[in-house]
């Protein structure tokens, strides 16, 4: 699926989205922010804090690292992205403003990340560590390995 679509129309959906948030929550979308998003929006592949920084430089931008990371802070607190651990990259939220649960499936092959969300997973997470009186303080669950297309590729 994330082969074969618009993706003007997930970067717009995206970024209207985040507008809307920002302002029903009075949180400020700033240019830089939105900028930002943007780029982490450009695909479905998880992108690092260095390769928005070179994008930044590339369009005459003078953003310092520590910009760029308070930018991606507030990106992740609003829920926009989400941080890819195994990658250490970011990842824009298909459906942010949603309270979710989610696990990610990392391709491998083309490094498009899919963000799926089972409930049932995390109820059965949640069950496990209250059963050990584990105190969860963050909780990743990210799987490796290759998607659809990719699979039928390195089928042909
Ligand atoms: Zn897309
Ligand atoms: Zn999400
Ligand atoms: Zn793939």
């Not at 970067?11 to 302002?23: D, G, K, P």
């Not at 990106?75 to 926009?80: D, I, K, P, V």
């Not at 990340?113 to 059965?124: Q, R």
Request: aromatic share 6%; proline share 3%.
């Amino acid at each position: 699926m994330v082969h074969t679509h618009d993706h003007k129309i997930c970067i717009n959906t995206a970024l209207i989205e985040a507008e809307r948030l920002c302002n029903q929550r009075g949180t400020r979308f700033t240019e830089l922010r939105k900028q930002i998003l943007e780029m982490v929006w450009q695909g479905h592949k998880a992108v690092k804090a260095y390769d928005l920084l070179d994008q930044l430089a590339s369009k005459g931008g003078s953003a310092k690292p520590p910009t760029v990371y308070r930018a991606l802070d507030f990106l992740m607190e609003e829920g926009l992205v989400h941080k890819i651990q195994s990658l250490n990259a970011y990842v824009g939220c298909p459906h942010p403003g949603k309270n979710h649960v989610s696990q990610f499936l990392i391709c491998d092959g083309c490094e498009n990340v899919n963000e799926v969300g089972s409930i049932e997973l995390d109820h059965a997470l949640a069950s496990a560590s209250e059963n050990a009186k584990f105190q969860v303080k963050r909780q990743t669950i990210e799987l490796h390995g290759l998607c659809f297309e990719c699979q039928k590729r390195s089928a042909d």
